[in-house]
């Protein structure tokens, strides 16, 4: 039987956003986490053997300069013009920190979030504890810090590159910052660079030089490639200075050996990244389907949201009751998942992670009881 206490005690809630993936800790009968919106391919071999074999490294610092593992990724983000970014170029210690750099770091003032129902709760935390005003996302007024998670994490909706580039200019002030955090948009599929930010070179000297607008773009990289214990992050400014700038007050050594370790080697895995491309909308169109089919079976017209290319499935299943006894049972059953009331204020939402087909027979087991 799971200790029900799992969340009781983890989070502070007068400081601290609430977050998934910390029940699994106290699960006596912990089989898979459908809280967290990681890889259903677990954590690749070989980059998981790097960290191992830098644990061995403990008693020296990491390199300060972040090397090679920085240089790895930006020949991996741009593969043709790496040398003329990685420069823009910051890892962190997970999104989180580098979250907190640039909002805090950002002009004082008004701050809004994507357009979206509800978005990842982490900024608008950071721009709450350092005092700004919070302007609705259905407002049409222009904030100075505007902050879009694309694909949004937990709805799973998603702006094309023009799209986002429009909703960009008529959302942001003159001065103004912005953040997009694409952590989720690897999912998209081979072809993901052509519509992410960072190859948008042009347009981020462009808004910069004509309005003087600031656009930074943030990767978790512990979602993509299931390492979330590692903490693991980095940030794209918008020049050189900008990133030089967030260094100045970023905790040195923040990213450790095993972390950069592991990066330095995982963009080396392209099979890890075509088997993600490959199993995920198949997995995730399976979910669907057990979902529905379950759904049907007890009478209910359950509603499920989010690309077909996406990690995890945002299911509305109608009634607060019966989202709150699943979240029950699929803890009680060793499979967490994420209850969309806490932080999301979506009380009649579960999310579940997109997971191989053994480990959501327990899911869909436990849920026979709902």
């Known amino acids: 039987m799971a200790d029900s206490s799992a969340n009781a005690t983890v989070w502070d809630t007068k400081t601290q ?67 003329a970014n990685k420069d823009r170029l910051l890892l962190g210690n997970g999104a ?11 002009p004082s003032g008004s701050w809004k979030a994507g357009p979206w129902d509800v978005q990842y709760k982490e900024y608008q ?12 996302p259905q407002s049409a007024d222009r904030a100075n810090v505007v902050c ?22 008529d959302n942001v002030q003159d001065n103004g910052v912005v953040v997009i955090d694409e952590s989720m948009q690897i999912w998209v599929g ?31 990289w512990t979602k ?24 100045r007050v970023q905790v040195p050594w923040s990213v450790n050996s095993p972390a950069l370790a592991f990066l330095d080697e995982v963009v080396r895995d392209t099979h890890y990244l075509e088997e993600t491309w490959r199993l995920t909308p198949l997995k995730r169109e399976e979910l669907i389907g057990r979902l529905t089919a379950l759904a049907t079976e007890k009478g209910w017209a359950w509603e499920y949201f989010g690309k077909p290319y996406l990690s995890w499935v945002w299911a509305d299943l109608k009634n607060e009751k019966t989202a709150e006894r699943a ?3 699929a803890k009680q059953a060793g499979v967490p998942v994420r209850s969309g009331k806490p932080g999301y ?18 899911l869909m087991k436990a849920w026979k009881d709902l």
């Open 17 to 83: 956003q609430f977050h998934g993936g910390q029940d699994w800790k106290f699960l006596n009968n912990f089989v898979e986490d459908f809280s967290v919106t990681t890889n259903l391919l677990g954590t690749p071999v070989k980059a998981l053997n790097a960290a191992r074999d830098a644990i061995a490294t403990c008693h020296h610092y990491p390199p300060a300069d972040q090397e090679p593992a920085k240089s790895s990724l930006a020949k991996w983000i741009w593969p043709q013009h790496w040398e």
């Open 125 to 136: 935390r950071s721009a709450e504890s350092s005092g700004r005003d919070i302007i609705l």
């Open 327 to 329: 979240v029950l049972l």
């Open 190 to 220: 081979p072809n993901f660079r052509e519509d992410s930010m960072t190859a948008q070179t042009d347009f981020l000297e462009r808004a910069y030089r004509e309005r003087n607008i600031s656009v930074y773009v943030i990767h978790s």
């Open 96 to 106: 989180s920190e580098v979250i907190d750099l640039v909002i805090r770091s950002a």
């Open 148 to 169: 879009i998670v694309n694909p949004c994490n937990p709805t799973g909706d998603y702006k094309s590159i023009d799209e986002l580039k429009s909703w960009i200019l």
């Open 345 to 362: 204020n979506r009380p009649t939402f579960v999310r579940i992670a997109v997971r191989e087909t053994e480990q959501t027979d327990v």
């Open 224 to 247: 993509i490639w299931s390492c979330t214990g590692l903490r693991l992050g980095s940030i794209v400014c918008p020049t050189e200075k900008h990133c030089t700038d967030l260094k």
